[in-house]
Each structure stands twice: as C-alpha cells, then as structure tokens.
C-alpha cells in the first residue's frame, strides 16, 4: 500500500528515471519494466527525512512515497502486472546504479543532482517544488507534467 505523507512545501526533489538523456534508451527501460515484471527503484538508508529504512527495515521517506506513486502510475500506464521492489543504493553509487541499469529509477535532493542532470549523465523528468527551479528553469513542475 502506497504512503501518503505529504511532502514539505520547500522540498524541492527531482525524479530521476533511467534516460541517461537518450529517449530510445527511455523506451527500452520501459519495455525491460514490462518483460521482467519488476519495476527497481533505487533509495538510500541514510538520507532521513527523504529515504532511508523505517524501524521494520523497509524503504521509507518523502523521496521514496514520490518514486513509489511515479511508479506506480507507470505501471497503471503499462496495463501489465508489475512488482516494485527497492532496491538499496548508497549516496557514492547512485547514479552508476541508474547509468548501469541496477535501478530503472531514482529520486534524490536537487543539490546533489543538478551537477548530474546538467552534464547529461541522467535526466531529470520534474521536479516536487511548487514552481520551477531558478537552477533549471526548463525543468516542469510535477504539477506541469
């Protein structure tokens, strides 16, 4: 069952999904979704309030209730029978963990992936602020998406 907390008005995450900034490569992650049956998202455990473990030892955060609901209306989009499952990474292997495919999505804190967004290693879909980021202004709300 989904979470439902609600994000701090100032939180300000972005949803990172495999893209690596190539929309065949965005297509071909879809359909390794579909195949497998599994959706991987990938959190960190020492990153509280955003991701991290809850006292039962499962993935928990407002980082993870956004990469959970994303996923969850992608798989609604999919029409096909998928699992999610979480899969832990650390804060120094994220992004080789989406780049390498260990993760088919990541959501993190804007400071740490803008540098990552802005170099094309991933690419950023939205981001939760209410308005656009001065950072990357090109960059929908999720309420623009």
């Known amino acids: 069952m989904p979470r439902t907390r609600n994000p701090a008005p100032f939180l300000a995450c972005l949803l990172l999904i495999l893209l690596a900034g190539a929309?065949?490569?965005?297509?071909a992650t879809?359909?390794?979704i579909r195949t497998s049956g599994m959706f991987r998202l990938g959190y960190r455990a020492d990153a509280k309030p955003y991701s991290y473990r809850d006292a039962g030892g499962q993935p928990a955060g407002y980082i993870v209730d956004i990469?959970?609901?994303v996923a969850q209306k992608l798989i609604f989009d999919m029409r096909a029978p998928i699992q999610i499952a979480h899969v832990l990474v650390t804060a120094s292997e994220r992004f080789e963990a989406v780049s390498s495919r260990k993760v088919d999505m990541l959501c993190d804190q804007t400071t740490n992936t803008i540098p990552q967004i802005k170099s094309g290693k991933v690419r950023a879909l939205a981001v939760t602020s209410p308005k656009r980021l001065d950072s990357l202004p090109d960059l929908p709300t999720m309420a623009e998406s």
């Open 67 to 69: 990469c959970h609901e």
């Open 30 to 32: 879809l359909d390794q």
């Open 23 to 27: 929309t065949p490569l965005a297509a």
